[in-house]
Nanobody, 119 residues
Framework: QVHLVESGGGLVQPGGSLRLSCTAS????????MGWYRQARGSQREMVALIHTDGDMRYADFVQGRFIIYRNDSNDTVHLESSNLRPEDTAVYYC?????????????WGQGTQVTVSS
């Protein structure tokens, strides 16, 4: 089992920046990817950015170069640096880890952190 704890959400003005952090604990060796999803009110949860254990990264089209995902293996933490934020980026951001037992891959989720982009 993997436990995820997020931090770094809050209120930011349009054009501003935020850094979200997610620290994993538990069966770290079972993690395949870590990353971030978001869910705006009335919308489905969508992928924002993922980073594989081999370093490959994947971003949603709406990121458009505004977000960067990176990890710190020394403390099992993944960060999402977001810049040039827009009101449409307002959502609850969830840390995600895809973990495997060697047979199947399952999702582990953090509790979510609110990001609000508003003037």
């Amino acid at each position: 089992q993997v436990h995820l704890v997020e931090s770094g959400g809050g209120l930011v003005q349009p054009g501003g920046s935020l850094r979200l952090s997610c620290t994993a604990s538990g069966r770290i060796g079972s993690i395949v990817t870590m990353g971030w999803y978001r869910q705006a009110r009335g919308s489905q949860r969508e992928m924002v950015a993922l980073i594989h254990t081999d370093g490959d990264m994947r971003y949603a089209d709406f990121v458009q170069g505004r977000f960067i995902i990176y990890r710190n293996d020394s403390n099992d933490t993944v960060h999402l640096e977001s810049s040039n934020l827009r009101p449409e980026d307002t959502a609850v951001y969830y840390c995600n880890a895809k973990v495997t037992d060697g047979l199947v891959i399952r999702n582990s989720w953090g509790q979510g952190t609110q990001v609000t982009v508003s003037s």
